[in-house]
């Protein structure tokens, strides 16, 4: 079939939903003249401190792809992923598509950065994620604190980087001023985050100031995020083959996330875990994940309290189709 602009459009709307490292949302759209879709990348939506090897960025991409790849089958259709070596992707897109269980949840999955509600509800939900082989489910409050602590540990360790620090400030909008607080990036809002806390983080986290802070011993507690992952029902750890291709683990994680939020769940990325080589080598020890296998992140589970949650920070479809 030929895609037509009016659904290649809708697709993209959805697909736009999809998570991305840091909220980048580095993945573009064109629509041929025959109906092929060619999946780009925007090359300034790149992370060159965090993210060196491009390994985050591609599964950022993998992600997307299966976004698009849900939608298309919720509208009867069917989508042909290959790689034609020069773009990220090309996709063939055809009639008789089967509806995924987990697309209805493309619009209702969410990031929730805060304090979890814990209670039967929670236990119940956890449940339904078992027999999963490339999670790892962790449930009580001991290993759970072990890993808060863990956790705060790595994050100090990439905050001390000067260069990683201001990489990630530059994508945190922590002002409603800042030009991009609906379109991309970590908003305040979406982090989580009084105003008076957000203008506290961006003092802090200033070159010099946190170093100074830091020299005496304050700029753990400043970041620590300890209390905040001792209230999840859950730590998930997320593993895959060792040598799969970034872009597929993106397909893999993006599903993964689309049922927890099937299970009635709220997630956050405790992505430092894995990005950090002495915290994931422990808990690849610790856990029993063999060198076969990778530790991709960790997710923090559990019900967020019920209340509005304002817009995903995302870009319009005229920055995302080219």
């Not at 895609?3 to 490292?21: G, H, I, Q, W, Y």
């Not at 960025?57 to 792809?65: D, E, P």
């Not at 291709?245 to 893999?252: K, Y």
Request: glycine share 10%; hydrophobic share 45%; net charge negative.
């Amino acid at each position: 079939m030929t895609l037509d602009a009016d659904t290649f459009r809708a697709l993209v709307a959805e697909t736009a939903l999809s998570p991305s490292v840091h909220n980048t949302q580095p993945t573009r759209w064109r629509l041929t003249p025959d109906g092929r879709v060619q999946v780009l990348e925007d090359d300034g939506r790149r992370l060159p401190i965090g993210d060196p090897e491009g390994r985050d960025l591609n599964v950022s991409h993998g992600s997307a792809v299966e976004g698009f790849c849900l939608a298309a089958g919720r509208r009867g259709l069917v989508v042909d992923v290959r790689h034609d070596g020069v773009n990220v992707a090309e996709l063939t897109v055809y009639t008789g598509g089967i509806s995924d269980p987990l697309a209805v949840f493309l619009t209702q999955r969410r990031t929730y950065r805060g304090k979890f509600e814990g209670g039967e509800v929670a236990r119940a939900a956890l449940a339904r994620l078992e027999g999963s082989e490339d999670l790892i489910i962790v449930k009580t409050p001991e290993p759970i604190a072990e890993l808060a602590r863990l956790y705060d540990e790595a994050s100090l360790r990439w905050f001390r980087n000067a260069p990683y620090r201001a990489e990630l400030v530059s994508w945190m909008r922590l002002s409603r001023r800042h030009p991009s607080w609906s379109l991309d990036g970590l908003n305040a809002e979406a982090m989580e985050m009084s105003g008076i806390e957000a203008v506290g983080a961006g003092v802090v986290l200033r070159p010099g100031v946190f170093e100074t802070l830091d020299r005496v011993g304050l700029a753990g507690a400043l970041v620590a995020e300890a209390a905040v992952v001792c209230s999840a029902s859950a730590i998930v750890l997320f593993h895959r083959p060792a040598d799969e291709a970034p872009f597929d683990t993106g397909r893999r994680f993006h599903r993964a996330w689309l049922g927890f939020t099937q299970a009635g769940l709220s997630a956050a990325p405790m992505a430092v875990l894995a990005d950090d080589v002495e915290a994931r080598e422990r808990l690849q020890a610790d856990f029993g994940i063999g060198g076969h296998r990778r530790l991709i992140t960790a997710f923090r589970l559990g019900i967020a309290p019920a209340h509005d949650l304002a817009p995903k920070p995302r870009l319009g479809l005229d920055a995302l189709i080219v």
